[in-house]
């Protein structure tokens, strides 16, 4: 490749570069000249574009000022290298070699690249000499800067111009902007020529050799370095598409622009790989949400660039469904619309990224794409309309790791959008199959955040996952409750051998041996596949009072833990305020001797054991978990599985078999203090250990560098026909909440539900949840006068012990004395049989077959 590139740049261009410059018109990547009059128009008479005009304007001002008053002093702040300086030139650049330690480096040299891009606007729409002499100097300095170095030798992410270290961060910070910049200097420099040098002291003439050298080096760069199948090709693809259309040779630009739209490279991915990889997943890109998301709006907003700059490309139209992947986000969010799920190195804090719908409705106006122009003005309206989004305005500079194109905003955005204003509402199920992640929602008829419940299970190997095994997290009170442990800096040791390892997640670890091998950073593990779901996936269910998911996993990497497993969560509402989960882990190993280990997170200061009888007693057992901590460890290769030598404050009970409480407080939630009621029904040959866990880094900012309360139980033996079941109730602090008693259902020795007892608005009620291993396990209690064939089922009595309703979420039949409830097919199914005075409604996914207590059948036809 890099033979092929270099015979390219000798063949068709050494010689005659400053030649053909003087032919190009410019600009032509972000703007063409005849752009210039819409915009000056929409500056005039559009509100929003007058007032981001005027902002924009005054941001550069100060620089502006400066350099006009002294451009040696003001040229002179860049961290250039003098003691390096040859005679008369201008010293290369410092290089950057840290992200941390060189920070404020960065910092210097992407405000005047921010800066020079901005002026360059600016004499683009005024023809204002003093922004044109601002942003023509700036990019002298930068290219006489950048021309005397060399790109290091290291592959991977090393090789890079500016940045020895980091080409995947120059790439965004530095590659992108310096094409961007010399597009919009090129007017003011072709009529002037002269720009400032350092090293001179004076003007001199603009060496367009110079810049092209800088721009077919980006270019190298990003086809000769990194690695393909994940988000990096993506990060570079900006530095390889500005570079390649900074060229001014036509016939030099049509040779590489290929390599982005077309051509893969052993380094590259190009944009229709890239198409096919969302294709392929479901129109999703398979990684944790911040990566995901930079995908979707990077490819987003270079699709829009090119269609701009050679409209006979139509990408809106061929790749459509990578615009649309900008709203995958909104639909992992939990009820308070702040928070939205997390796995892998995904981030908890949510916002609609605007900027990039606003970029995908100008596209579908350039490509007259009816869907893309309904889907896009509608969330802009809507966001408007609700006052979550105004058009654009002017922010402070962003100096992280990211492509500047904020000014496109001016250029680019419609000054009128159209588009129906409507709702968004989150559906009560959904899925993530490439996480294998199983979504549920249960919303209040009181419309308050706080009184819903939303939890998830699901577990994969990805770039950016982690080893999470069959994770779960649960919300209540306004809040992710029951967390994923989070992320801390890459590379370093908590990082790799607890935030990343089953450790941090609320999970089942096998034998102490559950991990990971193969995939990325050797952090592969199996799928959490679906097993079953009520309702279906983006459908509506058959009762607002429960919903249910079982997720299963096969723990076999390695060779200590060789586990089934089985996760079955159910969330059930009580009353317009009240509402729980129902967790039931099953999981069994095929080695001679086993044990299980449950873990459980949950954001608070403390976490309160407690059990009926004097005989439990939490005891110090500091080497409880330490063993891992000797292990092998190599950065990205091997870890110290299964991460729990970060737990701290060990006290483990001994063997109990009653049923044990756990209460987990958090005091400094404001206004109204919160805790997570936990109710574990009793098994033998049990442990229970109460221990702190790292910060939880995602947690709500009073919980952000505290430790963690997390509980673990432990089964000794197989946890099959003895599983976890753990009932969670959300409640205000120092509440006993609605839950008054919780046991276990038992059918000989196997587990088969748990007895609910609750004091709610609704009364007391008694609720006897039915989880079964199989469609076509049966469970039958003549005292209780149940009896259920299939996988879940929830009766529910009054405190009168009459029936109140029947939920059948997967199963053939269900049944409370003489009323039952049956699928015709012969099927599972799920149905919803609710009592009003004596006469049962109900609401089936399937046709149905009612029986009453006077022996009359009704068939109930499938529900709209």
């Known amino acids: 490749m890099k033979k092929l590139l270099n015979c390219l740049v000798i063949n068709l261009f050494f010689w005659h570069s400053v030649a053909l410059a003087q032919e190009v018109v410019r600009p032509m990547i972000w703007v063409k000249p005849a752009d210039k009059a819409a915009i000056l128009q929409k500056i005039r008479t559009t509100p929003w574009a007058k007032t981001y005009y005027d902002a924009f304007v005054k941001r550069v001002a100060d620089d502006v000022s400066s350099h006009q008053a002294d451009a040696k002093a003001y040229l002179s702040k860049m961290p250039l290298d003098w003691a390096k300086q040859e005679a008369g030139k201008i010293p290369p650049f410092a290089p950057i070699k840290g992200v941390t330690s060189d920070a404020e480096l960065r910092k210097i040299v992407i405000h005047y690249l921010q800066t020079g891009i901005d002026c360059g606007i600016l004499y683009y729409l005024t023809n204002d000499p003093k922004y044109g002499q601002c942003s023509a100097d700036i990019l002298h300095t930068l290219v006489e800067g950048l021309v005397p170095l060399k790109p290091s030798a290291g592959g991977h992410n090393g090789g890079g111009y500016l940045y020895p270290d980091d080409h995947l961060r120059e790439a965004r910070e530095i590659g992108a902007g310096i094409p961007i910049l010399y597009d919009f200097a090129y007017p003011f420099i072709a009529q002037n020529s002269a720009v400032y040098d350092l090293g001179a002291g004076k003007k ?105 700059f050679d409209p006979s490309l139509h990408l809106g139209n061929q790749y459509p469904q990578i615009p649309f992947a900008l709203t995958t986000t909104y639909y992992l969010t939990y009820p308070n619309k702040r928070d939205m799920v997390v796995f892998g190195d995904g981030h908890r804090s949510f916002h609609l990224d605007y900027h990039s719908f606003e970029m995908a409705y100008h596209l579908g106006q350039l490509e007259n794409s009816a869907t893309l122009k309904r ?159 009520e309702p279906r996936y983006r459908q509506s269910g058959v009762s607002a009072n429960h919903s249910f998911s079982v997720s299963r996993f096969l723990d076999d990497r390695g060779d200590g833990a060789e586990a089934t497993q089985e996760r079955t969560l159910a969330l059930i509402r009580t009353s317009p305020t009240t509402a729980y989960y129902v967790d039931l882990f099953r999981s069994k190993s095929a080695l001679p001797t086993q044990y299980h280990d449950y873990v459980y997170h949950n954001i608070g200061d403390t976490l309160l054991v407690t059990a009926p009888t004097p005989a439990f007693q939490l005891r110090p057992d500091p080497e409880r978990y330490a063993a891992s901590e000797q292990k092998a460890w190599q950065n990205n290769k091997k870890a110290r599985h299964p991460g729990w030598h970060f737990f701290k404050s060990v006290n483990t009970s001994g063997m109990y078999p009653n049923d044990v409480r756990v209460s987990f407080k958090a005091n400094a939630i404001r206004p109204q ?190 529900s709209n």
């Open 375 to 533: 889907e896009f003005g509608a969330l802009i309206t809507s966001g408007i309309s609700t006052k979550q989004y105004s058009r654009p305005a002017v922010g402070k500079r962003n100096y992280g790791a990211e492509v500047y194109n904020e000014p496109v905003e001016l250029l680019w955005f419609s000054p009128e959008i159209e588009g129906q204003t409507k709702a968004y509402p989150l559906p009560i199920t959904d899925e993530l199959p490439f996480a294998g992640i199983q979504i549920q929602r249960n919303f209040s008829p009181t419309n308050n955040p706080a009184d819903d419940l939303m939890g998830f299970v699901g577990g994969a190997s990805f770039v950016h996952g982690h080893a999470s095994g069959m994770n779960m997290e649960l919300y209540g009170k306004g809040m992710v409750m029951g967390v994923k442990a989070g992320r801390s800096a890459y590379t370093t040791d908590i990082h790799e051998n607890y935030y990343r390892l089953f450790a941090g997640h609320n999970t089942v670890i096998v034998n102490g041996s559950s991990e990971s091998n193969g995939g990325w950073a050797n952090l592969g593990t199996n799928r959490v596949e679906p097993v079953a779901i």
């Open 673 to 862: 203090p919160v805790q997570m009621n936990v109710f574990i029904p009793g098994d033998a040959n049990r442990e229970y250990t109460s221990v702190m866990a790292p910060p939880t880094t995602d947690s709500p900012k009073a919980y952000a560098n505290r430790p963690t309360p997390t509980l673990v139980i432990r089964q000794t033996g197989e946890a099959w026909t003895h599983p976890f079941a753990v009932v969670y109730e959300p409640t205000d602090a120092n509440s006993n909440g609605s839950i008054q008693s919780v046991e276990a259902i038992r059918q000989g020795d196997a587990f088969k539900g748990v007895t609910i007892k609750s004091n709610t608005s609704n009364g007391l009620l008694t609720q006897y949840v039915i989880m079964q291993d199989s469609d076509e396990a049966e469970f039958a209690d003549s005292k209780l006068g149940i009896r259920v064939k299939g996988r879940y089922a929830v009766i529910t009595l009054t405190d009168a012990n009459k029936l109140h309703s029947i939920y059948l979420g997967h199963g053939q039949s269900g049944s409370f004395g003489k009323l039952s409830l049956k699928s015709v097919s012969g099927k599972p199914t799920a149905a919803y049989l609710q009592m009003e005075s004596d006469t049962p409604t109900v609401k089936a996914a399937d046709t149905v077959d009612v029986t009453v207590e006077s022996g009359k059948r009704v068939i109930f036809n499938k």
């Open 204 to 308: 001199v003439p603009f060496s367009h050799d110079h810049a092209q050298a800088v721009f077919r080096t980006y270019i190298n760069l990003a086809l000769e370095q990194g690695i393909i199948n994940c988000n990096w090709p993506i990060l570079e693809s900006p530095s390889l598409v500005g570079n390649t259309l900074a060229l001014n040779d036509p016939a030099e630009r049509d040779s590489f622009l290929p390599y982005y739209l077309t051509k893969n490279t052993p380094h590259q991915d190009a944009l229709q790989k890239v198409g096919q990889f969302y294709q392929k997943h479901g129109g999703n890109w398979p990684e944790s949400t911040n990566y995901s998301g930079a995908v979707a709006g990077l490819t987003t907003y270079l699709m829009t660039l090119l269609t701009r």
